[in-house]
């Protein structure tokens, strides 16, 4: 079977193939019967040992729109919280013939470690600062479509201009999207403090900044990331408030983007902090639901083509 542990290394045609095979689901989510039976039969097990609402709760939607019986394991309230391992768990999980398991941990490559122990497909939810693979996924066919939707023809991502903005130290949403967007042909900026820019930053085809002005000249995207306030112990990072003097998206810094920029932010979000609420809330640039909606039809895609080898079709190569 195959993985999907991250964006790294995935060629370009298996990015667009991800992409366009969750296109049928966004159209399906749109009608009143949302259910397809491809994975009738099938159980899916999503084991989170960290907090979520998107990913946790579009995950168990894809797989039940698409006829899975879909359990969740919370790690507070599961054997985790008497001492078990994380080997042991992902033991047990396997002894219990699971199709698919989804994990979020909060330690970067836990999530690689279960998928070595498993006999069935391991899709990573977020571990720690490494990957998000379904959100910069999601975030791609967000984009994709928004500017399809504008009209615009061709490929979308060659050259376009996206700044990821934030505290991109901590984020393995910055991280997934950096693979995705670079290997897609975009022009990627990031822009953080000092103290939240990762010093590998310098091997990625990224380019830094630590003024989000100059970051924002001409940007036809910008993604705002939040400032993961829980991984911070002793780290020096600005206040809140001078955060938003020096980082948050306000309307007055939007207009330096191109005309017609589109606004992310992955969730959940900082009001005030990275972001205001009147970009954040604004239709005309803010894609944020779009992305919430992209992504359980994302998720209906990554378990749908990872199930495939499993259930005798041909899988993804
Ligand atoms: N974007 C995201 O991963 O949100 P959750 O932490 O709510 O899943």
Redesign the pocket.
């Known amino acids: 079977h195959r993985d999907l542990l991250g964006l790294a290394g995935l060629a370009p045609h298996e990015l667009l193939f991800l992409l366009d095979e969750a296109e049928q689901w966004v159209d399906l989510n749109r009608h009143a019967q949302k259910r397809a039976e491809v994975l009738s039969g099938l159980t899916i097990i999503n084991a989170f040992f960290?907090?979520?609402?998107?990913?946790?709760?579009?995950f168990e939607i894809a797989g039940k729109r698409l006829g899975a019986d879909v359990i969740n394991m919370h790690a507070a309230t599961s054997s985790v919280k008497k001492g078990e391992t994380l080997i042991d768990t992902a033991l047990t999980l396997n002894a219990m013939r699971a199709d698919g398991i989804v994990i979020?941990h909060a330690s970067s490559g836990a999530v690689r470690l279960i998928a070595e122990k498993v006999d069935c497909p391991v899709l990573n939810?977020?571990d720690g600062q490494h990957e998000?693979p379904t959100?910069g996924l999601l975030d791609a066919l967000t984009m994709r479509r928004a500017f399809r939707e504008r009209g615009e023809s061709g490929e979308p991502f060659c050259g376009l201009k996206v700044v990821i903005c934030g505290d991109i130290l901590h984020s393995r949403?910055a991280r997934s999207n950096i693979h995705a967007l670079t290997t897609l042909g975009a022009e990627v900026r990031v822009c953080a403090p000092p103290a939240l820019m990762p010093a590998e930053i310098e091997q990625l085809k990224v380019t830094p900044y630590h003024d989000f002005d100059a970051a924002l000249a001409g940007a036809d995207v910008v993604m705002m990331l939040r400032l993961q306030l829980e991984r911070m112990q002793g780290q020096f990072v600005p206040s809140p408030r001078e955060y938003r003097h020096l980082y948050g998206l306000t309307v007055d810094r939007l207009a330096k983007a191109a005309p017609g920029a589109f606004v992310m932010h992955?969730?959940?979000m900082n009001r005030g902090i990275e972001i205001d609420s009147n970009v954040a809330d604004d239709p005309r640039c803010s894609l944020i639901t779009t992305?919430v909606e992209m992504?359980v039809a994302m998720r209906m895609a990554c378990l749908d083509v990872l199930t495939r080898r499993g259930r005798g079709v041909e899988g993804w190569q």
């Open positions: 960290e907090n979520s609402t998107r990913t946790l709760l579009s979020r939810a977020g998000h959100q949403v992955p969730g959940p992305q992504g």
